[in-house]
């Protein structure tokens, strides 16, 4: 008996340090994953915390420079920063929130009834999600301007109400979270379509549309062809397109630049690290009521 003992002691003691071993393994490769992660983030700032000169150096400065707020002055005297970040949070807020609306009410039509032309519609749904962007600029072009909405913010957030993906992601998410018990219940106390969607649907919905919010969030914010082809009216346009202003054909001041885009990417951040929080927690949640 006790030399049993003694094997199962060994046998534990084996075990238990082999999960230790792999415990501090799993966050090793974790805390390199986000070290290289955040490196670029980080040589952002040093680039735009020196000159071009620093940029150019070989080997590689390394730490950040003095010259940040520096940089950042020259970027407010350059270019009309606030009137562009104002435009672009409007742009891209508006946008976002009927992204969420429309593509989730689409979603849930699509995943939860039946109605003639269904399949035919998803699959050209998914047809136009395959056609590149750039095919339709110029007729999009054309419609803003009969619309007479070239030049304006509306051309910016109109086009953008609902996209394909959206659409097709919701869709997905709803057939797998959303049981149809829940519907035939609502059904049974009278709710309609847009009740039982606004009531049942949608706090089921809700990592989904985290994730969705903040992927076009940031599609938004981060947009520069079709601004730049469409904003016409100099007054109105986005903040990168305002930025590119910075980089000149003949004398190119590329700390400058990195200065507007660190000062660009920080409220993408701010707005990463909210929705990110709140669809972890909603995740975590789901997966605890399952």
Same mark, same amino acid.
């Given at each position: 008996m006790a030399a049993d003992d003694r094997t199962t002691?060994?046998?534990?003691? @084996?075990? @238990?340090? @082999?999960?230790?071993?792999?415990?501090?393994?799993?966050?090793?490769?974790?805390?390199?994953?986000?070290?290289i992660s955040l490196f670029p983030f980080y040589w952002l700032v040093v680039m735009a915390s020196g000159t071009t000169q620093d940029i150019y150096r070989y080997p590689p400065k390394l730490v950040p420079g003095p010259h940040l707020l520096d940089n950042m002055r020259r970027v407010l005297d350059t270019v009309d920063f606030f009137g562009s970040l104002f435009n672009?949070?409007?742009?891209?807020?508006l946008g976002t929130a009927l992204v969420l609306f429309f593509d989730s009410l689409a979603a849930f039509a699509f995943a939860k009834y039946e109605f003639p032309g269904k399949k035919f519609l998803f699959g050209m749904l998914l047809v136009t999600y395959m056609i590149p962007a750039q095919l339709s600029l110029v007729p999009q072009f054309v419609t803003m301007a009969e619309f007479g909405w070239a030049g304006s913010l509306n051309a910016l957030i109109i086009p953008s109400a609902a996209n394909a993906f959206g659409i097709f992601w919701m869709r997905q998410y709803a057939q797998n979270s959303l049981p149809d018990e829940l519907l035939d219940a609502g059904r049974i106390d009278g709710a309609g379509f847009f009740r039982l969607y606004w009531t049942v649907a949608l706090p089921l919905f809700r990592p989904a549309l985290a994730f969705l919010g903040i992927f076009t969030f940031i599609g938004l914010w981060n947009d520069y062809i079709w601004p730049l082809v469409v904003m016409i009216n100099p007054d109105k346009v986005t903040l990168q397109v305002a930025l590119a202003n910075l980089n000149v054909l003949y004398n190119s001041d590329y700390s400058l630049v990195m200065a507007g885009a660190l000062m660009s990417v920080i409220p993408l951040i701010v707005v990463f690290l909210v929705g990110a929080r709140h669809f972890l927690r909603d995740l975590a949640a789901g997966a605890t009521k399952m």
């Open positions: 002691s060994n046998a534990g003691i @084996g075990i @238990g340090s @082999g999960s230790r071993l792999t415990r501090i393994c799993v966050r090793a490769a974790l805390l390199l994953g986000v070290l672009t949070i409007v742009v891209a807020v």
